[in-house]
């Protein structure tokens, strides 16, 4: 059996390689650690041998598996579009929107109130981002290839201010919304469920 | 994977799905190990096939993880989900038409002159 110290030096070596993952990191760190344990003699011996031949292959795997991440974030953005509770928030708020518009009144304007509220939800999630890029250990995939989208989206999908109707702006501001509020809603339950599957 | 790799590539879900049907649980490097010595040594999956060949077959809902600390280490553990199990008959019906079409295609023909 390898050390605490002998695993954490594999762990931090892939790591090192370019492994960020920790989803991905712990399988291939269990994988060399197991292939180690089966062979005699000096541990880090072994080490520099096992990665001349078989570095490539976990790298490889690592590419593979960073696709894999990526698609499935796409997928559950793309299940947000298609849940019920999407078109329902929308449906919510444009409608509240639209009925507070019909009362504006100088210095209560609803856009522009839609349009912070729009602001505030992506800024908590760029600080949320920012705080798990920065400062968390362990990173993992799925999880972080949403946060990115979360946080790019909110610089590409700002529309500019030529659309003039109120209706339209208020319908975007309402699927922009719920959008966003469905993902925080997924990145929740997704880091909850990592924390349960690692301990973290 | 061995030098006749082509071969060998489109059976490597197979082979897992097969495996992971006849011993429960398994995780990765034991699947490495377990074809080694079936195929005694003929057979070699690398990790540069073995883990996105589970980690799709994961995502297609094939199989499920789950992950237990062992020996100062998190170990990732693959079991055949119930669609994985009725899609792994599936696929060994498949190879084993295979594999009886190849013998047919390729048997030395005998001649009686």
Known sequence: MLTKNQIQFTDRYLEQSGIKYMDIRYEMTDHVATALENKEGDFYENFRAYMVQHKQELLKSNRYFKKLALKRAFDILKDNLTKPAFWIIALIIFILGYIANQFNTPGQDIINNLEMISMILPMLINLYFLHYWLFKKDVHSVLMKLLLFMYFGAFVFRIPKMVHNANYLIAYYALYISFYMLLVQSVWQLNQQYKLRYND | ?113
């Open chain 2, 1 to 113: 994977m061995s030098k006749n790799s082509s071969l060998y590539k489109g059976s490597l879900n197979t082979i897992i799905m097969k495996l992971l049907e006849e011993n429960g649980r398994m995780y990765g490097y034991e699947i490495t190990q377990k074809v080694k010595a079936i195929t005694a040594g003929e057979l070699n999956i690398t990790e540069g096939a073995l883990y996105p060949a589970l980690h799709k077959l994961e995502a297609d809902g094939i199989l499920t993880a789950e992950v237990e600390r062992v020996d100062n280490r998190i170990r990732k553990y693959y079991r055949l989900t119930e669609a994985g199990e009725k899609e792994t008959i599936n696929r060994l019906t498949e190879l084993e038409e295979f594999i009886r079409n190849m013998q047919n295609l390729v048997k030395p023909r005998f001649s009686l002159e």
